[in-house]
């Protein structure tokens, strides 16, 4: 509160969207049951990897460190395939943002569709905008009671089923059911399922638009991949002003334009936006208000699209009487599409050539090295062979860098390293070399580990230490 009494910030007004049907609105529609079918049964798929291998398609199994999607497996070392593809989508974005406007943000985004998603079930229960603005008003009531609970309870339900599918691409889906509702679930489980299920209730029931606006960073940058042919929704201001009803223009006999100032196009916003205004960071593009306006015009015998999904180009071509031309081919849109292609190959280049056998091997720090009896030194490894191949491995061992360099490994073979099939083998390595062969200080040495059965070769670089002289 500021002297005076002025307030700093304005009072939040509540957004009652209204019922609207079109083009936009079935896109949506569409758009939204193929999300939501996807999110929710995908958990369920299942995938043959073989024996004590799990058979969920699409799974991160944090216990076992892995992470699977169909045939691919994707090892923690492998961390690096994440980061492509959330580089993917981050070029997506872009790429879609300057091509088509937000058309994330008013289709795809999940805010969007469990918001969309909840505000039918809140149309089912109170009725369209008039009837829930009328029953916010009335004084508590018990049928107001009841439609309020009633209402709540279902959006409980769907944000339960969402926090329960998110948990399940974590833990193999039917396991997780039948443990959740028996009460032998873990706790992190429980805890997780309820905060997802906490989250999705509060974003999509309360928070809403709200998180749209002021939640969410992607509207603060997403101008910056806008240009005057990027696809928005936009208001043909040059054909609807001046404005006004239909009925004073005809009794002052004055030139208006196409827009009748019947507030149809502000009434269905989800977010409460009058595009009328020109672009704004509300505005997520999702296009009902041009179905609003459609239906307006069509009712009046006037043409179609003076709310449209165009580019400002075509815009400017039309209010100057020229053929509107848009340019989808541009510098920003061939760049975004080189960097999703170059990543994208590369990506598969990698998993189509990437190694089944890894080899690390981490030397002693205390002490760098021990002098023996006959004075050769010793030096101390963990050696870790990876067999990332659903079948058990064996494996030989050398080493290679300093003449008469001796291998010891304890409790196994070096020519002959047994490992289980998708597992980790740790052995001890010592490394002997004969007095007066080991230079001073530290030397090169490389270690090989190769796959007896198909020939895969795995090399790993480290150093052998040795006294100063």
């Not at 459609?294 to 043409?303: D, E, H």
């Amino acid at each position: 509160m500021l002297a005076g009494g002025s307030k700093l910030y304005a009072d939040h007004v509540k957004v009652y969207p209204q019922r609207i049907w079109g083009k936009f609105r079935s896109i949506k529609w569409a758009i939204l049951a193929m999300l939501l079918l996807i999110y929710y049964l995908v958990p369920w798929i299942r995938w043959d990897r073989g024996p004590d291998a799990p058979d969920q398609a699409v799974l991160i199994d944090m216990a076992g460190r892995r992470a699977y999607f169909f045939w691919i497996e994707i090892w923690p070392q492998e961390v690096y395939y994440l980061a492509g593809l959330l580089i993917l989508g981050a070029f997506g974005l872009f790429f879609a943002t300057s091509l088509l406007g937000r058309v994330w943000c008013g289709f795809t985004c999940p805010q969007t569709v469990w918001t969309d998603l909840f505000m039918q079930v809140e149309r089912w229960v109170e009725g369209d905008r008039n009837a829930r603005i009328k029953l916010d008003g009335e004084p508590v009531s018990l049928g107001k009671s009841v439609r309020k609970l009633t209402k709540h309870g279902i959006w409980l339900l769907i944000a339960l089923a969402t926090g329960g599918a998110w948990a399940m691409y974590f833990d193999d889906a039917p396991t997780l059911l039948r443990n959740f509702f028996t009460g032998q679930a873990g706790e992190l489980q429980y805890v997780f399922v309820g905060l997802f299920t906490a989250t999705t209730y509060i974003l999509a029931g309360w928070a809403r638009e709200q998180v749209c606006i002021y939640m969410c960073p992607w509207p603060r940058f997403q101008a910056a991949m806008f240009d005057e042919h990027t696809m928005l929704v936009t208001y043909e201001e040059w054909r609807g002003e001046p404005r006004g009803p239909l009925k004073r223009a005809a009794a002052e006999d004055k030139p208006q334009g196409d827009c009748i100032d019947c507030g149809l196009c502000v009434r269905v916003c989800p977010t409460g936006v009058d595009i009328r205004q020109g672009q704004q960071l509300a505005c997520i593009g999702c296009g009902l208000c041009v179905d609003a306006c459609n239906s307006v015009m069509a009712k009046i015998n006037r043409p179609l699209e003076l709310i449209t999904y165009d580019a400002l180009s075509a815009q400017a071509d039309r209010a100057a009487g020229r053929p509107p031309k848009r340019r989808f081919i541009r510098p920003r849109t061939v760049v975004y599409f080189v960097m999703i292609l170059a990543v994208g190959i590369g990506m598969l280049a990698t998993l189509s050539q990437r190694a089944r056998l890894d080899v690390s091997l981490l030397a002693d720090r205390a002490p760098l090295f021990v002098r023996l009896k006959d004075g050769g030194i010793q030096n101390g490894y963990t050696l870790k062979i990876l067999n990332m191949l659903r079948e058990p491995g064996t494996f030989s061992l050398e080493v290679e860098g300093l003449p008469g360099i001796e291998t010891r490994l304890i409790g196994a073979d070096s020519s002959r390293i047994a490992v289980a099939p998708d597992d980790v083998g740790t052995f001890r390595l010592l490394l002997l070399v004969p007095k007066g062969a080991a230079p001073s200080g530290s030397s090169p040495i490389t270690v090989r580990v190769t796959n007896l059965a198909n020939g895969e070769v795995s090399i790993h670089d480290a150093t052998f230490n040795a006294p100063q002289q």
